[in-house]
């Protein structure tokens, strides 16, 4: 979608596909938020903005997190529209899938992202780095073409590309596509750490030099690997994960959120809430403010006029205050609604939406999950524990932290878990 196509739905084809699951929220026209964005009440991304424009002696670092589906690469887009940010900072934003394979992600590879990304997107918006600088640059990719070869036993000496950017594009490559290549690769960064960190910094430093603007690099999706793959990088490399000369937001796994090794990052974590719809232990009061957040959410996206305001209102509460759960509920609904060729989407629309998604949980719950739900809605109590993880990273369980944390089954589970 571009821009010119951010419209309300007059129609059910056209609300289908505003209801995209998959659909971050690039900023609007010259900078301005994007007229589907929903700023959600204390929204966490504003703690995470002002932290990044106070003052610091080193560029900082954030590992920045919530729940599937809570509206992280929104929020991470939504600041490139901040004026404030974009007068301090040289922003970049990108997924590490385009970078290196999400399954088999290690620290070597996301290091080698941010320069690869940094040197890449500062050229393609017509930057000019320092000669010295580029004379550096082709002497490291000799370097690591070289010992690629040696480790190789003698084969004919790799070109990963002709030019620093080619090289810098077809490594990338290589290490997401070939697994035999991304074993040497890594391995000739891991024999000179300190030699990539420093080009980095040194491309930052040119950066800044030429730009007056400290660069800011926001990397998506790096909340999809394991919890193991996301000790190893944020825990046991802590420490060179903070060394690049530029502040850079990592997003991270909510899991991480739920371990021990949580307190490497505690001092520098942002996490994004889910909306708060209820008090605890009593799912039957309405909080107005999170109903009013979700009501926007749909009406900037449809029209009221293709919805009954009870059906609205059931699916705010089957979406448990999450904005991926919400645009699946109202997508499956306005799917069945528009099949029966009705003008409107009914309650009936919103139960079948939630009787599909009851039906894909009871296939992959066993009856100790089930067991756990039930105590979890008695007690509403966050205990963290090697059976709760799981739980709350398939959304059978969201949390929600206004004030005190405290969480509480998928409200479309609350029939299963009575039955």
């Keep these: 979608m571009t821009n010119f196509d951010y419209i309300v739905a007059t129609d059910f084809d056209r609300a289908w596909l505003n209801f995209e699951l998959d659909l971050p929220l690039k900023p609007g026209k010259n900078g301005k938020p994007n007229p589907f964005y929903i700023d959600r009440p204390r929204n966490p991304i504003s703690e995470l903005s002002d932290a990044l424009l106070a003052p610091f002696y080193r560029p900082p670092k954030f590992f920045f997190s919530g729940h599937r589906g809570c509206g992280k690469s929104t929020e991470l887009l939504h600041l490139l529209s901040n004026p404030d940010i974009s007068r301090k900072y040289w922003p970049i934003n990108f997924s590490i899938r385009d970078e290196a394979d999400i399954i088999d992600l290690d620290f070597r590879d996301v290091l080698l992202a941010i320069g690869s990304r940094l040197f890449r997107e500062y050229r393609n918006k017509g930057g000019e780095l320092p000669g010295q600088l580029l004379k550096e640059l082709e002497g490291w990719k000799g370097k690591v073409e070289k010992e690629i070869s040696t480790i190789q036993e003698g084969r004919k000496e790799v070109e990963l590309g002709g030019t620093i950017d080619a090289f810098f594009l077809n490594a990338g490559m290589k290490m997401k596509l070939e697994p035999a290549t991304r074993v040497v690769l890594r391995q000739v960064v891991e024999n000179d750490i300190t030699g990539l960190i420093s080009i980095i910094n040194h491309i930052a430093t040119a950066i800044y030099s030429r730009e007056h603007r400290i660069p800011l690099v926001l990397i998506d999706d790096m909340d999809k690997p394991d919890l193991e793959k996301a000790r190893q990088i944020f825990h046991d490399r802590r420490e060179i994960m903070m060394q690049p000369n530029c502040a850079i937001v990592y997003t991270v796994s909510s899991a991480l959120f739920y371990s021990k090794e949580f307190d490497s990052i505690r001092d520098q974590a942002v996490f994004l809430q889910n909306i708060y719809l209820h008090p605890p232990m009593d799912p039957n009061s309405h909080y107005d403010e999170g109903y009013e957040t979700l009501r926007k959410f749909v009406h900037v996206r449809m029209s009221s006029a293709l919805t009954d305001a009870d059906a609205l209102e059931a699916a705010i509460t089957y979406s448990g205050g999450v904005f991926r759960e919400m645009a699946r509920i109202m ?17 009936s629309d919103v139960e079948w939406a939630a009787t599909e998604i009851r039906n894909e949980y009871r296939r992959i719950l066993d009856k100790e999950d089930i067991k756990l739900l039930k105590k979890v809605a008695e007690n509403n109590r966050l205990e963290y524990s090697d059976r709760l993880r799981p739980l709350l ?10 004030g005190e944390n405290w969480c509480d089954v998928h409200p479309v589970l609350r029939k299963l878990i009575n039955d």
Excluded at 332 to 347: E, K, S, Y
Excluded at 393 to 402: F, I, N, S, T, V
């Design 331 to 347: 997508r499956t609904a306005i799917g069945r609604a528009r099949r029966r060729q009705a003008p409107r989407m009914d309650c």
């Design 393 to 402: 990273q398939l959304l059978a369980l969201l949390e929600y932290r206004d």
